[in-house]
């Protein structure tokens, strides 16, 4: 299984949601690829530019795993620094 049922619905919900309010919709999730978490944010469009009455999406995502590590590093340091100041 490649996305779990419950993501599976919210990824379902957002392109819903995308279409339905004829908007951009911002959507931000993890799978896990070769055993590794991976994070990425995507902007969901609908896309008028097809020859057929069925409605689409186009989905954008960037793997944005590196900047969450770099995030967490961040946080995680400057907890330590305020300890360090603390004590």
């Known amino acids: 299984e490649f996305i779990e049922r419950d993501k599976a619905k919210k990824i379902l919900q957002v392109i819903e949601d995308a279409l339905r309010l004829n908007d951009v919709r911002p959507f931000e999730y993890t799978l896990k690829i070769d055993g ?10 609908p896309f008028p530019y097809i020859e057929s009455d069925d409605a689409a999406v186009l989905w954008v995502a960037h793997d944005v795993t590196r900047y969450r590590e770099q995030e967490h590093a ?12 603390e004590g």
């Open 74 to 85: 961040l946080a995680e340091s400057k907890r330590n620094l305020e300890l360090a100041l």
């Open 36 to 45: 590794k978490e991976r994070h990425f944010q995507a902007q969901v469009r």
